[in-house]
């Protein structure tokens, strides 16, 4: 009958928001732990009770966020496996399910940063258990997928790249099973960009590229996903700062192009051309320290051409101005005053055409200042 266990809900209510006031860095974790064995020792008296299951799995939640702030995996870990008891013992209750997932999902960055990254895939499995129990529950599908995506940065960090391609296989396949799940897609492409970002610093270009490709796949396979697009869009940035900065400079171009790509797409937006903008400037500085100004005048006209086109937008303004400002510097140190004038007058038009723009008059500064 409703209202039968009202004082049982009433007393765990209380026992949650102790819990919740005791979140943060000043919380009392005693205090927090006492108040949730109160609720856990309700839960045991009124097990099938739906409002105290809801009251329970807030609680829990509530815990493990005052664990993580407090740097208590003990207190993580309690929340934890209570969470995980409820799922078991509430099959038909995806609540607590979902909310076990979560908690996996913070515990697996936890176990990682202090117990490496065997912890890490210990909390993994029993997050993978129990979606391959419950393979209907696109949402904790999408959980799942969240907790692979961040187990393919922490694998590589570690340097163990077997369990992060492992993980990779776990997001495709769960993509393939779930192919209309947007979070799932989502994720997917999260795990390919971590990929991708940790490929960038480290790995042969043909590598990084490769990653770089699956997003661009992934983007056309899902017209219109705005989120994925931008994903792909701060790959390639990812990808032409990383292979640029290690001197890969062919590579680093191409990256570029697929960019300027990405960047014409409907679904892309604003973000992807201001990542163009910014890769623009970060290769141009790359290729004038290796001294190809040719290759550097040949992208630092195509942003110049980006800037007009976008002369509302300052970042990519600012872009322009600090590549004119490199490329000018640098065709002076070669002896070539000329085309440094060419480019020094391109600045001095951006500071006419926005003379409230206080950065362009800063690198204007900069660039007579050494002369």
């Not at 929340?79 to 409820?86: K, P, V």
């Not at 607590?96 to 960055?109: F, G, H, K, M, W």
């Amino acid at each position: 009958m409703p209202g039968q266990h009202q004082g049982a809900i009433e007393a765990a209510r209380r026992a949650e928001r102790i819990i919740a006031n005791q979140g943060g860095p000043q919380g009392d974790l005693a205090a927090a732990r006492a108040a949730f064995g109160v609720l856990t020792s309700i839960i045991i008296e009124h097990p099938d009770d739906p409002e105290l299951t809801k009251v329970a799995v807030c609680g829990a939640m509530r815990l493990a966020a005052a664990g993580r702030s407090g740097n208590d995996i003990a207190t993580v870990r309690c929340a934890h496996l209570f969470l995980g008891t409820m799922a078991a013992d509430r099959p038909g209750d995806p609540l607590p399910r979902r909310a076990y997932a979560e908690a996996s999902v913070d515990l697996i960055s936890a176990e990682a940063r202090i117990n490496g990254l065997n912890g890490a895939l210990d909390v993994y499995r029993g997050i993978s258990t129990l979606g391959e129990i419950y393979t209907e529950d696109s949402e904790l599908a999408g959980i799942r997928a969240k907790a692979a995506a961040n187990l393919v940065a922490i694998a590589l960090e570690a340097g163990q790249p077997r369990e992060a391609r492992r993980a990779l296989a776990d997001l495709a396949r769960l993509e393939a099973q779930q192919p209309a799940a947007p979070m799932i897609r989502q994720q997917h492409a999260r795990g390919v960009f971590n990929r991708l970002a940790h490929a960038a610093r480290r790995d042969p270009p043909g590598e990084a590229r490769a990653a770089l490709d699956a997003l661009i796949d992934a983007v056309h396979r899902t017209p219109g996903h705005r989120e994925i697009a931008e994903f792909a869009a701060e790959g390639a940035f990812t990808l032409v700062t990383g292979l640029g900065s290690r001197g890969h400079l062919a590579a680093a171009r191409d990256a570029y192009e697929a960019l300027a790509a990405l960047s014409r797409l409907p679904e892309s937006g604003e973000g992807a051309v201001g990542r163009l903008a910014d890769a623009g400037f970060n290769l141009i500085t790359d290729l004038c320290q290796s001294g190809d100004l040719a290759a550097a005048q040949l992208i630092y006209d195509e942003l110049a051409g980006l800037s007009v086109a976008h002369d509302e937008d300052p970042a990519i303004r600012l872009a322009q101005a600090k590549g004119a400002a490199n490329l000018a510097l640098s065709h002076r140190h070669v002896g070539d005053d000329a085309a440094a004038g060419v480019i020094a007058d391109d600045l001095r038009a951006l500071l006419i055409g926005h003379p409230d723009h206080e950065e362009l008059f800063q690198i204007a500064a900069f660039l007579d200042a050494a002369d």
